[in-house]
T-cell receptor
Framework: EADIYQTPRYLVIGTGKKITLECSQT?????MYWYQQDPGMELHLIHY???????EKGDLSSESTVSRIRTEHFPLTLESARPSHTSQYLC?????????FGPGTRLTVT | SQQGEEDPQALSIQEGENATMNCSYK?????LQWYRQNSGRGLVHLIL?????REKHSGRLRVTLDTSKKSSSLLITASRAADTASYFC???????????FGAGTRLTVKP
């Protein structure tokens, strides 16, 4: 098992709320990623980071933001949640090519 | 944009049979990886094959890569019910620092 953690695992929240999804890894990896995945569908890269103070947007347009103040921590924030944000969010990290994934956060916005 | 595309979308077999999944991609790559995802969980890395390799084995897994056809296949031999999962191929992106995943093949192995 990889040492990468995501909290919360499940979250149900009302429209308009601000939420932060947490992702932490203890492997010292410089590269970290956020993916969005609807059930049974492909993964879409929404944000990635090559190291501290480095963040980039991925392919999928997202209303979320990320920060990378510490190597081990890569939180994702939604300033105002909407029902269209309902999905599973997967965090991953890598040192070289292989990516290690967290268990995911299943978000439901009502 | 999506790079890898798996085929078939879904596959159902009996325990003990072999399962073959295919992946096609569009642009040149340095590496291709296969991942497994159990329902509602994160992905787990299975195997990596580099662009200068043609075949690789890991336990009951066999991966082939044909760069001329821009395709790869994953073979699981002597399948078990525990192999039931979704399998994704991933190829490195344009700047080699991110990957693109396909939509996956959902494999069901019936006991």
């Amino acid at each position: 098992e990889a040492d990468i953690y995501q909290t919360p695992r499940y979250l149900v929240i009302g429209t308009g709320k601000k939420i932060t999804l947490e992702c932490s890894q203890t492997m010292g990896h410089d590269k970290m990623y956020w993916y969005q995945q609807d059930p049974g569908m492909e993964l879409h890269l929404i944000h990635y980071s090559y190291g501290v103070n480095s963040t980039e947007k991925g392919d999928l347009s997202s209303e979320s933001t990320v920060s990378r103040i510490r190597t081990e921590h890569f939180p994702l924030t939604l300033e105002s949640a909407r029902p269209s944000h309902t999905s599973q969010y997967l965090c991953a990290s890598s040192e070289l090519v292989e990516q290690y994934f967290g268990p995911g956060t299943r978000l439901t916005v009502t | 944009s999506q790079q890898g595309e798996e085929d078939p979308q879904a596959l159902s077999i009996q325990e003990g049979e072999n399962a073959t999944m295919n992946c096609s991609y569009k642009t040149s790559i340095n590496n291709l990886q296969w991942y497994r995802q159990n329902s509602g969980r994160g992905l787990v890395h299975l195997i990596l094959i580099r662009s200068n390799e043609r075949e690789k084995h890991s336990g009951r897994l066999r991966v082939t890569l044909d760069t001329s056809k821009k395709s790869s296949s994953l073979l699981i031999t002597a399948s078990r019910a525990a192999d039931t999962a979704s399998y994704f191929c991933a190829t490195d992106g344009e700047n080699n620092n991110d990957m693109r995943f396909g939509a996956g093949t959902r494999l069901t192995v019936k006991p």
